[in-house]
T-cell receptor, first 112, second 110 residues
Framework: EPEVTQTPSHQVTQMGQEVILRCVPI?????FYWYRQILGQKVEFLVS????????KSEIFDDQFSVERPDGSNFTLKIRSTKLEDSAMYFC??????????FGPGTRLTVL | AQRVTQPEKLLSVFKGAPVELKCNYS??????LFWYVQYSRQRLQLLLR??SRESIKGFTADLNKGETSFHLKKPFAQEEDSAMYYC????????????FGQGTELSVKP
């Protein structure tokens, strides 16, 4: 059964550095999402992406964040200048028709 | 306001006992609700979607619009049911975001 994959599984970075989190959604899916979960808190929506553009973004998704689908398979989340409070588990999800979302295993980002 | 509430952070039961994980939502539109499960160190997996009205691994959930609830139930808990359970609400149009509850950790003791 096809699954969403994410790399790396764990990323450690220094404050102020740029990070790129990568996701490969399920191949025939059309809707893509990023969520994050700070330790001990709920899973929070960051951004949704459809038809090569952002459909919706949360207040968290400020100018430091960007998303891209550079080719037919990858979906990336870039954080331009990381802050300590960006430390979290980042989940990618995809959906075929905008219904059920299927999640990747997550990337744990640690900002020192 | 759009909100999902799971009042119990931890629910501990013995094997064979009935389980009910509570979920309440607040949404002015037509709700579409899901239960996701996360086993230790694994990804969030879809357990149930209210539209499909099916039973997965013995779990069922009924949408009660009057009480704005979508409680997850299983008549006889198994040890392998131990996991984090998240209730989620899909908002907006097709492809809309999910709003998650805080999650309930279910611990099934032998």
């Amino acid at each position: 059964e096809p699954e969403v994959t994410q790399t790396p599984s764990h990323q450690v970075t220094q404050m102020g550095q740029e990070v790129i989190l990568r996701c490969v959604p399920i191949s025939n899916h059309l809707y893509f999402y990023w969520y994050r979960q700070i330790l001990g808190q709920k899973v929070e929506f960051l951004v949704s992406f459809y038809n090569n553009e952002i459909s919706e973004k949360s207040e968290i998704f400020d100018d430091q964040f960007s998303v891209e689908r550079p080719d037919g398979s990858n979906f990336t989340l870039k954080i331009r200048s990381t802050k300590l409070e960006d430390s979290a588990m980042y989940f990618c999800a995809s959906s075929r028709s905008g219904g059920t979302q299927y999640f990747g295993p997550g990337t744990r980002l640690t900002v020192l | 306001a759009q909100r999902v509430t799971q009042p119990e952070k931890l629910l501990s039961v013995f094997k064979g006992a009935p389980v009910e994980l509570k979920c309440n939502y607040s949404y002015s539109g037509s709700p579409e609700l899901f239960w996701y499960v996360q086993y230790s160190r694994q990804r969030l997996q879809l357990l149930l979607r209210h539209i499909s009205r099916e039973s997965i691994k013995g779990f069922t959930a009924d949408l009660n619009k009057g009480e704005t609830s979508f409680h997850l139930k299983k008549p006889f808990a198994q040890e392998e049911d131990s996991a984090m359970y998240y209730c989620a609400l899909s908002v907006g149009n097709q492809g809309g975001k999910l709003i998650f509850g805080q999650g309930t950790e279910l611990s099934v003791k032998p």
